[in-house]
C-alpha cells in the first residue's frame, strides 16, 4: 500500500499565536531528516501488508482544505481535496492527514472502514502532534480503511493484551491486531477490496 503522509499548516503555527507547541516540538514534527513511516509497520506484517510511505508533504504556506475542531467535517473536506487534487497530481493507495488541531469530543483520528484504495475515501486524519502518538493513530485508522473495526468485548472480540503492554490496534488505546480484526481484515480482503 502506497502512504501519502500530509502535516497542517496548524503544526508549524508558533506558540506566540496562542498554540499550545514549542517550536522544538514543532522542529521534531518537521525536521528536515526523513521522518519514520507513518506507521509501525510491524502491526501490519501479521496480515503480510506493506505500507510504504511514498510522499510527504507540509503545508508549510496554508492548509489546502478546511481543518476545524469538527472531525467529521475535516475528513470529509479532507478526502475531498485528496481526490480533486492531491490524487491527479500523485498516485498513491491512501492519504493521512495529521491536522494539529484536537477535535471535539474523544476523537484522535477518524477514517472510513473499507476504503482502502477507493478515490473516494482512502485515507484518515489525526490531530496528534507527537510522533510517537501519531504514528500508532494512524496505524489506527489505517486499520478502518482496512475494513477492522474497533475490538471491543461487546462485538465479542475484547483484547488480549493488556492496556499496559500495548493493547491491541483496534481498541481506544492500540497496540497488537486482534484475532477478530484480522478476520474483519480477510473478509474485506476477500469481498471488497479493490487493487492497490
Not at 506558540?15 to 510491524?42: M, W
Not at 484518515?124 to 489505517?142: F, K, R, W
Not at 493484551?161 to 480477510?186: E, F, L, Q
Amino acid at each position: 500500500v502506497k502512504c501519502v503522509l500530509l502535516m497542517s499548516f496548524f503544526l508549524l503555527l508558533p506558540s506566540s499565536l496562542g498554540v499550545s507547541r514549542t517550536t522544538e516540538e514543532t522542529n521534531k514534527s518537521v525536521s528536515p531528516r526523513p521522518p519514520p513511516p507513518p506507521v509501525n509497520l510491524q502491526f501490519y506484517r501479521a496480515l503480510n501488508i506493506r505500507v510504504a510511505l511514498v510522499g510527504l508533504e507540509v503545508w508549510s504556506d496554508m492548509d489546502k482544505c478546511p481543518i476545524t475542531q469538527d472531525p467529521f467535517n475535516t475528513l470529509h473536506e479532507f478526502l475531498d481535496w485528496r481526490k480533486v487534487k492531491l490524487l491527479p497530481q500523485k498516485p498513491h493507495d491512501n492519504a493521512q492527514l495529521i491536522s494539529g488541531v484536537y477535535f471535539q469530543g474523544t476523537t484522535i483520528g477518524m477514517a472510513p472502514i473499507m476504503s482502502m484504495c477507493t478515490a473516494e475515501q482512502s485515507g484518515g486524519i489525526d490531530h496528534s502532534d507527537n510522533p510517537l502518538g501519531a504514528a500508532v493513530t494512524l496505524a489506527h485508522e489505517l486499520g478502518h480503511n482496512f475494513g477492522m473495526n474497533h475490538d471491543t468485548p461487546e462485538r465479542g472480540c475484547g483484547c488480549r493484551v493488556t492496556v499496559d503492554r500495548g493493547g491491541c490496534i483496534m481498541t481506544p488505546s492500540t497496540g497488537m491486531i486482534a484475532d477478530v480484526s484480522k478476520m474483519s481484515y480477510y473478509l474485506y480482503i476477500w469481498y471488497h477490496f479493490s487493487a492497490c
